[in-house]
């Protein structure tokens, strides 16, 4: 009597029962059903990319109502901020745990701080050779006597308060619970630094508390992925008021300095960073296409600091060593600027073209040296593009502070591909220490760069396989 099939008597399962009734034999697996390919309104990206645009336009026909949209972007942001720190504290800490040999940490610091001094260094010597090149104030002919000294004299006071010993000693929180309450990315680092090494000195006997650092790890990251969901809400908020409070026509205004920086920035990626990638063994646009959720997410709200959970995961989704991400990145954060670096010189080279000061030679590498240091003194404050590039000419007497008020309009809008250049360049940064601390799987980079799904982590948030 023949059997009537049932709902449950799949090809799979009779070739499972196969095997079972003759080990012996070879049976040929059934393939696997492939994953349904999402619509294109469904990812993040496409979401955030299309908000950005609406915000635009409403932004451009309706500017006091896209000013009044202002609080979206800012929730969004605090949200991000919320888990900043507690992200930092949980990858740093567990990753440093699970290291046996402490000195191979020093050996990661040393290598990373060597990559961000000298990137950092070529992309401030890029932005004084551009801007010598293709001198975008010249002919503007400015009154240095008409500007308003009034319009900056929030961000060269705060240049004044930023010092190199006051940042250092600003990395110490004077309590640890202070650290975690005001955000301070540096000072989280520090704690997370010290608690890591305590766990991995102590050995076996932190194995409980290591395992719950991880579980929490776990829980955290899946809260970024939640919170991911409201990004298209948030850059369409930013990018409403950016255009409604700014308005297309004071980029036309300043046209020669925004097109000259969005160039340099894009050259500096593309030709410089695209050289340490490919010598490194990927493709930087590869790289790019990778984070292009996070990217248009910095994008939308003029913020790197909004992907920096993302950030992390990611990199360590693409086969970077726990330790190496968790001390490279919240740390590129604050040292490995190449887009505020890039901006820094070329618009102080402005102001000077613009009010008609002739820099020497002498001039404009004291200006290199000021910014150097300014820009490791102004690191992690808010606003700190414009805040550096205050305490560099405040040194540098020849040019008029008061001249910033020429690009105080179109900041805004530079401080877009400024904070989208530094997340690239910390992405790259690093890969590149992961591989020279031989912390790098290859296989699973290649398979991250190349959209191809892999085996889901701990804590991860899936990627999007286009």
């Known amino acids: 009597m023949t059997r009537k099939p049932t709902t449950s008597d799949t090809p799979r399962k009779r070739a499972r029962a196969a095997v079972k009734v003759a080990p012996g034999v070879a049976v040929e697996a059934a393939p696997p059903t492939p994953a349904k390919k999402k619509p294109l309104w469904a990812h993040l990206y496409f979401q955030v990319l299309a908000a950005i645009a609406l915000g635009a336009l409403i932004g451009h026909f309706w500017p006091l109502f896209g000013e009044s949209l202002k609080p979206l972007g800012d929730a969004f942001i605090r949200l991000v901020k919320m888990i900043i720190a507690p992200v930092i504290f949980l990858t740093v800490a567990t990753g440093i745990a699970h290291l046996r040999d402490l000195g191979r940490l020093g050996k990661v610091v040393g290598k990373a701080f060597a990559y961000f001094l000298t990137f950092s260094t070529l992309a401030l010597i890029i932005g004084l050779v551009v801007a010598n090149v293709v001198r975008p104030g010249a002919g503007m002919n400015v009154d240095p006597a008409t500007l308003d000294p009034a319009a900056v004299a929030q961000y060269a006071s705060k240049a004044h308060e930023t010092s190199i010993v006051g940042f250092l000693m600003n990395i110490i929180p004077e309590t640890v619970v202070g650290a975690f309450a005001g955000g301070e990315i540096l000072q989280v680092l520090f704690f997370a630094i010290l608690f890591g090494i305590s766990l991995a000195v102590i050995g076996d006997r932190a ?260």
């Open 207 to 466: 194995q409980p508390v290591l395992t719950l650092l991880e579980s929490v790890s776990e829980a955290f990251f899946k809260l970024v992925a939640i919170l991911m969901k409201a990004a298209p809400i948030g850059a369409f908020g930013a990018f409403a008021f950016t255009i409604g409070k700014y308005g297309i026509e004071s980029v036309i205004n300043l046209a020669a300095l925004v097109g000259t920086f969005y160039l340099t920035s894009a050259l500096f990626v593309v030709v410089v960073l695209g050289a340490v990638a490919r010598f490194n063994g990927f493709s930087i646009f590869r790289l790019i296409r990778y984070l292009k959720e996070e990217l248009l997410l910095v994008l939308g709200t003029s913020s790197s600091e909004a992907a920096l959970p993302s950030l992390i995961e990611k990199m360590g989704r693409a086969g970077c060593d726990r330790s190496v991400v968790g001390l490279v990145v919240p740390t590129g954060y604050s040292f490995n600027l190449d887009g505020t670096n890039i901006y820094m010189t070329l618009a102080a080279l402005f102001i000077a073209q613009a009010c008609g000061v002739d820099l020497s030679l002498g001039d404009q590498l004291l200006l290199l040296a000021v910014a150097m240091l300014s820009s490791k003194g102004a690191a992690g404050v808010t606003g700190a593009g414009f805040i550096t590039l205050a305490a560099t000419l405040a040194v540098v007497p020849s040019v008029p502070v008061a001249g910033m008020a020429l690009i105080l309009g179109v900041d805004r809008f530079m401080s877009e591909c400024r904070a989208l250049t530094n997340f690239i360049g910390n992405a790259v940064a690093t890969i590149v220490v992961a591989k020279w601390e031989k912390g790098l799987d290859r296989e699973a980079l290649n398979r991250a760069l190349s959209g191809t799904p892999g085996p889901v982590v701990a804590g991860a948030v899936q990627a999007d396989a286009d």
